[in-house]
T-cell receptor
């Protein structure tokens, strides 16, 4: 079964700092990759996704992520964070196979709690 | 115009009770899911339901049973609630098993 690792469980940054959140997955085949954000007390919202094509994908609110197949990584970046980016960030993987894949649902990492200090 | 909705938003109940959480999506999606988020914010799939086929995560106790009256609804029924069932339960939907999933607002369940 696939797994997803998010390296940092808690990250604290000052406003205007640059952000990079690491995500690695273990699965030998092709995957769809996602980053979701959960603001305090709210539901998960999609930040961005990668299915195919340009490995550098841009999402909402100035976020981007780069898929590096050789490293099984899909790191999330933002050049300048804001206080409103304080939230829980989840990386998720959905393998592209119908032999039990997809039907397993998304496999999530354990999340990174990001706190932005004003 | 809520895409994925859940009721109730909060549910406080006693151990041993039976409760249901409802989920509805108006996106016309074919696939729906239930996820459990524990106190450490870890999200784990419980069920996926696609074209009347139910896929169950083997770690889910059989006290949990999803019921889908139609394509737009996937309700979660829980029998004999236990303290460890306390969590936030999220419903989600997608066009098919591989497409982007859209999440509901969650139901915060507290078992006393």
């Amino acid at each position: 079964a696939q797994s997803v690792s998010q390296h940092n469980h808690h990250v604290i940054l000052s406003e205007a700092a640059s952000l990079e959140l690491g995500c690695n997955y273990s699965y030998g085949g092709t995957v769809n990759l996602f980053w979701y954000v959960q603001y305090p007390g709210q539901h998960l919202q999609l930040l961005l996704k990668y299915f195919s094509g340009d490995p550098l994908v841009k999402g909402i609110k100035g976020f981007e992520a780069e898929f590096i197949k050789s490293k099984f990584s899909f790191n999330l970046r933002k050049p300048s964070v804001q206080w409103s980016d304080t939230a829980e960030y989840f990386c998720a993987v959905n393998p592209l196979t119908y032999s039990g894949g997809g039907a397993d649902g998304l496999t999530f990492g354990k999340g990174t709690h990001l706190i932005i200090q004003p | 115009d809520t895409a994925v909705s859940q009721t109730p938003k909060y549910l406080v109940t006693q151990m041993g009770n039976d409760k249901s959480i409802k989920c509805e999506q108006n996106l016309g999606h074919d696939t729906m899911y239930w996820y459990k988020q524990d106190s450490k914010k870890f999200l784990k799939i419980m069920f996926s339901y696609n074209n009347k086929e139910l896929i169950i995560n083997e770690t889910v106790p059989n006290r949990f049973s999803p019921k889908s009256p139609d394509k737009a609804h996937l309700n979660l029924h829980i029998n004999s609630l236990e303290l460890g069932d306390s969590a936030v339960y999220f419903c989600a939907s997608s066009q098919d098993l591989l497409e982007t999933q859209y999440f509901g607002p969650g139901t915060r369940l507290l078992v006393l």
